[in-house]
């Protein structure tokens, strides 16, 4: 049965329960609060602006652009909600990411689910937060060269996300993980052999295997935009598949202008 503290996105870091229907579990998330805050401030030294528009204690979705083969970028958007406001958002990923040993060992427990329609609406019908990443694997597949792009948003899920919960959109945009990662190339036909859509090449992975994949110390900058409702643009009368392509392409938009300003951003984290 999910657990009281599920059915709000603002919780205490001093919650104690055992691991609920995702896998959640506040001991751990707590005792892993020292690593990952030496992650956010120290090692990335992450920046964010417009924290103030993410709700407390209503749905929201938000919606981030992707880069790095890891969810480095979902790992910090989510601590960042987490240690300033208290705030429990759910990193929503790619099935073969859950999958990893890592994924279905750590991520779970830390608040992340798998990435499905059934699971974002029942966490935002519980007046939870979700973090969608629309782009998918073609996130993930960004070479070095295309870390600044924000991919095809797919086909609209998140904008039928949005008037099926009727949760605002809060469009976000995250610079940085692409260097972390800094991917020269895929090999696909390896990667599916390893049961992976692709093998990323760095600088440093494959050639100094495991270690290869511990991310580089660079600077992130998150910034997160107005939220957009979604339901209140849609007209009845409209049809309905031209309004979410629209929408999708809108959204898209907004988290491109976000991350320029990412970019170029600089200063104290707000």
Known sequence: MMLDFLKTNRISPDDISVADDYGYDPDFHKQAIPALDYLYKDFFHTQV?????????????????????????ALMLQHALYSTRGLLARPLLEDFVMAMPFGAGYLPRLGF?????????????????????PEGVKGLEKTIHERCQVKRFGRGGVIKLALMSKAPIIPVAIAGPGAAYPMLFRLRGLGRMLGLPFL?????????????????????????????????????????????????????????????????AGGRRK
Request: proline share 9%.
């Open 200 to 264: 990323p090449v760095t600088p440093t992975f494959p050639l100094m295997g495991v270690l290869g994949l511990l991310p580089l110390p660079v600077s992130l900058r998150i910034v997160i935009g107005n939220p957009v409702d979604v339901d209140k643009r849609y007209k009845k009368n409209q049809a309905e598949e031209p309004f979410i392509l629209e929408m999708n392409e809108v959204i898209r938009s907004m988290v491109k202008g976000l991350l320029t300003d990412a970019r170029q």
């Open 113 to 133: 689910a798998r990435a499905s329609r059934d699971n974002a609406l029942d966490i935002l019908d519980r007046g939870g937060l979700v973090l969608t990443f």
């Open 49 to 73: 602006w417009g924290m103030g528009h993410v709700p407390k204690d209503s749905p929201a979705i938000l919606v981030s652009n992707h880069a790095g083969f890891l969810p480095l970028d």
